[in-house]
């Protein structure tokens, strides 16, 4: 089992920024890419950015250049740093580990950005 918690969301203004963490737990070794999603109102979860575990990343185009993905393996924690938020990033965010063929998530934490 891994277990997730994500922490760092809140409300910020148009064109501010965030860092998101998420703490891994458990059996968190043979972790192989670890990510965020998230999911807006009325809309599907999808896809923001993955890392696998040598570091290659992934983004979704619409967050491209204004998030980054990065892992620290020393404290067994993920980070998305937002920058150039939009109120359309509006969501929770959830944060994702694949492991042994399992898809573990967090709880979620909740970005609010006001124009």
């Known amino acids: 089992q891994v277990q997730l918690v994500e922490s760092g969301g809140g409300l910020v203004q148009a064109g501010g920024s965030l860092r998101l963490s998420c703490a891994a737990s458990?059996?968190?070794?043979?972790?192989?890419?670890m990510g965020w999603y998230r999911q807006a109102p009325g809309k599907q979860r999808e896809l923001v950015a993955t890392?696998?575990?040598?570091?290659?990343?992934n983004y979704a185009d619409s967050v491209k250049g204004r998030f980054t993905i990065s892992r620290d393996n020393a404290k067994n924690t993920l980070y998305l740093q937002m920058n150039s938020l939009k109120p359309e990033d509006t969501a929770v965010y959830y944060c994702?580990?694949?492991?042994?063929?399992?898809?573990?998530w967090g709880q979620g934490t909740q970005v609010t950005v006001s124009s």
């Open positions: 994702t580990a694949f492991r042994a063929g399992k898809n573990y």
């Open positions: 458990g059996s968190i070794f043979s972790i192989t890419f």
């Open positions: 890392i696998t575990s040598g570091g290659s990343t």
